[in-house]
């Protein structure tokens, strides 16, 4: 699944392409992805202004001048095209292929934006006006935003004997954090994914918090990490992979040069990535 940064990179790409624009034509041509699609979600769309383009947590959400929000989820496969002919500005993959384009809207410009599945996985939505889509009802602070603090993030882990790694994944405590970005943060705070939530100190927090700002900051500069299907909004592959300092590294020596190598566990169905000499 993509995670926050990679979610923010296509939303970044969208941006210039919707945000202010027209959707001056429409189409669904399926009826469902992983759920079924909202049956006037083409009447909708036809002729709204696109006000302004938020991510939260893992969905894009587009706000339509008077006509609520459409929700976007990226699923596994999912990607945003953006093909804009008249311009000559991208060019599609030939690899792409066109059967899997579910959703497809024109700006008043002519420039086509595309949601192309090929797992069906994603999802597309409605959010009608001054409502909250149920998946966003209960999800946590943004770990960008200025609500996610280390006293905010010390309340929530506080008496919890699950491990520091599943309690960071838990939407409810902080939102778009995935496997990656937890992974790399707690390298760098020096924590052991396997501690238990409610065992780490003030200060460790303090100090996670700053690290997992970090690591997302850099993972959206370098557009996202490109492992399986990821592809910016420009068709363009994200390179933070190359940057990875445990994620994916088992059996390398420890980048801070401990003397550990980085060793892999399974927690709750997910790979987790650490050195255990440097991670307490």
């Avoid at 759920?35 to 991510?55: N, S």
């Avoid at 309340?155 to 939407?171: E, H, I, M, N, T």
């Avoid at 990656?180 to 460790?204: C, H, K, M, N, W």
Wanted: charged share 25%; proline share 7%.
């Amino acid at each position: 699944m993509p995670e926050l940064p990679e979610v923010e990179t296509v939303r970044r790409g969208l941006q210039p392409h919707l945000e202010g624009r027209v959707i001056a034509r429409a189409e669904a041509r399926r009826p469902d992805l992983r759920w079924p699609l909202p049956p006037d979600l083409v009447q909708v769309l036809t002729g709204a202004r696109v006000v302004a383009l938020h991510r939260r947590s893992k969905y894009i959400l587009a706000e339509l001048e008077d006509r609520g929000s459409l929700l976007l989820h990226l699923g596994m496969s999912g990607r945003m095209l953006i093909e804009a002919e008249p311009q000559g500005d991208f060019h599609r993959d030939a690899a792409i292929l066109p059967r899997h384009d579910h959703v497809v809207f024109w700006n008043d410009l002519g420039t086509r934006i595309t949601f192309n599945d090929a797992r069906r996985f994603g999802m597309v939505d409605l959010v009608a006006p001054g409502a909250t889509h149920p998946l966003l009802a209960h999800l946590g602070p943004e770990p960008l935003g200025e609500g996610f603090t280390a006293e905010v993030l010390a309340r929530a882990l506080a008496g919890r004997r699950s491990p520091v790694k599943a309690a960071l994944l838990d939407q409810r405590i902080v939102a778009g954090l995935g496997n990656i970005y937890v992974s790399e943060a707690l390298f760098r705070a020096g924590i052991d994914p396997r501690r238990p939530a409610g065992q780490v100190t003030a200060a460790e927090i303090a100090g996670l918090v700053g690290r997992i700002r970090a690591v997302l900051e850099e993972a959206i500069a370098a557009g996202g990490s490109s492992l399986r299907d990821h592809r910016q909004a420009t068709g363009e592959l994200g390179y933070f992979q190359h940057s990875f300092r445990v994620y994916d590294r088992e059996g390398a020596p420890c980048p801070n040069g401990c003397g550990g190598v980085v060793a892999r566990i399974v927690q709750s169905g997910r790979s987790s990535y650490f050195c255990p000499l440097c991670q307490r």
